[in-house]
């Protein structure tokens, strides 16, 4: 097994594809210690900076107090816990629908969605090419038919559309926001689309959550349309663990029902239900987050803009400075570590070859000064 397992890795590694984990020290913030650096940190999710904030670290603790360290158990069995009722209500009420069901994870949430909504070769589900790879993986564990369309482009959603008559059940899915180009998926156009040929709308907004529209809501908020199913996530903006589907009662209770990584899965554990819980009480209550949040990416955008990188179609919190090329990617994203700029280094195949990338996270709590030096820092490498 090891020769198998080292033939593997050599055979990554002379593709320039060998992935390594970094050991990250500190509270979460925005400066960190990576692999024994000082840095500003831009590559995480933490974006509106609560994943260090005493009123979250204290919802966790007070939970945990109260119920102790894990679930114990599946929620079908002992370890459907009145803190996750309580926070699946807040949700719900956040998101303006009639019910939330919280999930260990959004990779499962979209395992148990989708499988759930199309169970079958009878079924269909319409993704964006660039769909996160959990949806993809979602599309092939539902044994539905699969079909793509381009991305972002409501043209070719139609032209997909327009071959779906004889399906059961029609599903489009798609992110809110796109992760490795941070685009904005142009909701108030697919919608239109896909309601005209009777398709179930699933908007998976990781990113969206908590950073774009008015009232922090996401994508579809912004876009001013309603999905029938969003996913979001309580380990990006929220600062803690886990995820939640926002959906009717009915639909709910489907996914009780049927959702196998749901079913099949210990329940989240009261620390970062208590966590998530406080963390959307900042969320809603301080707006200048995510609005700071957003001015920073901005800047960030602009400067590298001028710094000559390429950004990209990015309106969002996430920034690409596209590259074109493994192995400078990978230096570049060395040399700024070393001198104390983390962001992350994105590959082929990760992203198509050709547009290899430094994606830059930037959190509401980094500085207009701190910007700058990323800026400038950039700029010399280049
Ligand atoms: C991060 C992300 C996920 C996975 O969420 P986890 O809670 O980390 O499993 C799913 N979909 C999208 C679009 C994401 O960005």
């Known amino acids: 097994m090891d020769a198998w397992a080292r033939a593997d ?46 009123e979250v670290l204290r919802g966790a603790r007070e939970a945990s107090d109260a119920a102790g360290g894990a679930a114990g158990g599946s929620r079908l069995i002992n370890g459907n816990l009145a803190l996750h009722e309580e926070l699946e209500a807040a949700l719900a009420c956040f998101a303006g629908t009639e019910a939330a069901l919280v999930f260990s994870t959004g990779y499962m949430a979209n395992l148990g969605v989708l499988t759930t909504l199309a169970s079958g070769p009878d079924d269909v589900i319409v993704s964006d090419e660039l769909n996160h790879a959990s949806i993809v993986d ?53 919608l239109p689309v896909a309601r005209a040929h009777e398709m179930t709308v699933v908007v ?109 179609r990015s309106s969002s919190q996430i920034v690409p400075a596209i590259v074109g090329d493994n192995a400078r990617v990978m230096a570049l994203c060395e040399a700024a570590l070393g001198r104390g700029v983390y962001a992350q280094g994105i590959r082929f195949p990760s992203v198509p070859a050709g547009t290899e990338r430094i994606r830059f996270t930037p959190i509401c709590a980094h500085t207009p000064g701190q910007i700058d030096q990323v800026v400038e820092l950039f700029r010399e490498l280049r």
């Open 204 to 312: 998976d907004d990781a990113h969206g959550l908590g950073v774009l529209g008015e009232q922090g809501r996401g994508a579809c908020e912004l876009g001013g349309v309603e999905a029938d199913v969003v996913i979001g996530n309580l380990g990006k903006a929220l600062g803690s663990f886990g995820a939640y589907v926002a959906c009717s009662s009915v639909v709910r209770e489907w996914l009780i029902n049927r959702a196998r990584s749901f079913i099949f899965t210990c329940g989240l554990p009261p620390a970062p239900v208590g966590a998530a819980r406080a963390a959307l009480r900042v969320l809603e209550r301080e707006p200048e987050r995510r609005k700071q949040l957003l001015e920073r990416a901005e800047q960030l955008r602009a400067g590298l803009g001028d710094a000559g990188y390429d950004t990209g």
């Open 138 to 190: 979602a599309c092939r564990l539902s044994r539905a038919e699969v079909r793509v369309f381009r991305h972002d482009r409501p043209e070719d959603l139609e032209r997909v559309a327009a071959g779906l008559a004889g399906f059961r059940r029609r599903v489009l899915i798609t992110d809110g926001v796109y992760s490795m180009d941070g685009d904005v998926a142009r909701l108030g156009e697919l």
């Open 9 to 54: 890795l050599d055979a990554l590694d002379a593709r320039g594809l060998l992935r390594r984990t970094r050991r990250v020290e500190g509270l979460a913030g925005p400066r960190m210690r990576v692999d024994g650096h000082d840095v500003l940190m831009l590559a995480g999710s933490n974006y509106l900076d609560l994943a260090g904030h005493p």
